[in-house]
């Protein structure tokens, strides 16, 4: 067995399986991480969605073939709520992880939204005879102002973990975030957000999007230690595609780049317009 692929597999269990949200959609990616910038299955503000949308993410953790990732997103509205799904892969042959999120969100006023989601894990690395699986939950709270948005996420709050080789139980740790999204203008916006993992210190995340036209312009920080981040992206009628990179001392680059699709609202779904 070669020592190069043993040693990508430790560092990938020991660094990425760490993290309830190691890989994010490209456009939160490039955006500091924020919450507030997510465009999948963890918008913010998915209750609004009036079409069914997809998200495809396609990422590489500096330029090594085992720690690619993929990921694709689906939003699907119902009647009184809207229904989110994702699927996401990590990894290679020694070391592989594969997630399915669910996620529900429901307006239940004018200027508050709440969602729930649950996440089921399948990890798989050498010496592991059968995939392990975990379950866990998280709970997302938006309040939204004329400028100000303010929300808070819980996640792994009931995680069932996975057993190791010798029995012993593993856990993601339990994660509180708390973010402020301020609005300036129609095309610029910035987020700050804090979270708490397990009884880490405390992190930080910062990210701002700035609209030009169809184009988009995103770049942000997250630490310690402080990660840079930047992207762009071009919007059109049904179709976006969007890059983005991070800079990760002494590692180097993690590249994304994604493409999603807005499905056309039927006829019978729009209202007539009364003369």
Not at 151 to 169: M, P, Q, V
Request: hydrophobic content about 40%; overall charge neutral.
């Amino acid at each position: 067995m070669k020592i190069i692929p043993v040693f990508i597999a430790f560092f990938s269990i020991s660094v990425f399986n760490g993290s309830a949200e190691a890989n994010h959609n490209c456009v939160r990616a490039s955006a500091g991480e924020c919450l507030a910038y997510d465009v999948g299955s963890e918008d913010l503000r998915l209750c609004d969605a009036q079409t069914c949308r997809l998200y495809a993410t396609l990422g590489n953790h500096y330029l090594a073939s085992e720690l690619s990732h993929s990921k694709l997103e689906a939003i699907i509205p119902a009647r009184s709520l809207v229904l989110a799904t994702d699927m996401e892969w990590f990894g290679y042959a020694l070391y592989n992880r594969l997630r399915t999120h669910f996620a529900l969100s429901k307006r239940l006023g004018e200027h508050c939204v709440l969602g729930v989601g649950f996440r089921l894990a399948s990890l798989h690395y050498e010496g592991n005879e059968r995939r392990r699986l975990s379950l866990a939950e998280d709970v997302t709270f938006l309040f939204q102002g004329r400028t100000t948005d303010l929300y808070a996420k819980g996640e792994n709050l009931f995680d069932t973990g996975w057993r190791g080789i010798l029995g012993e139980r593993f856990k993601e740790p339990m994660r509180t975030t708390l973010g402020v999204l301020f609005h300036f203008s129609e095309s610029v916006s910035c987020a700050l957000e804090s979270y708490w993992e397990g009884e880490r210190n405390l992190f930080g995340r910062f990210g701002t999007r700035y609209d030009i036209g169809k184009f988009q312009l995103r770049c942000g920080a997250m630490g310690p230690p402080i990660t840079p981040t930047f992207g762009c992206g071009f919007l059109g009628k049904n179709f976006r595609l969007d890059l983005s990179a991070r800079w990760i001392r002494n590692l180097g680059y993690a590249l994304d780049c994604g493409i999603g699709y807005t499905f056309n609202k039927k006829e019978s779904e729009v209202l007539p317009i009364s003369e």
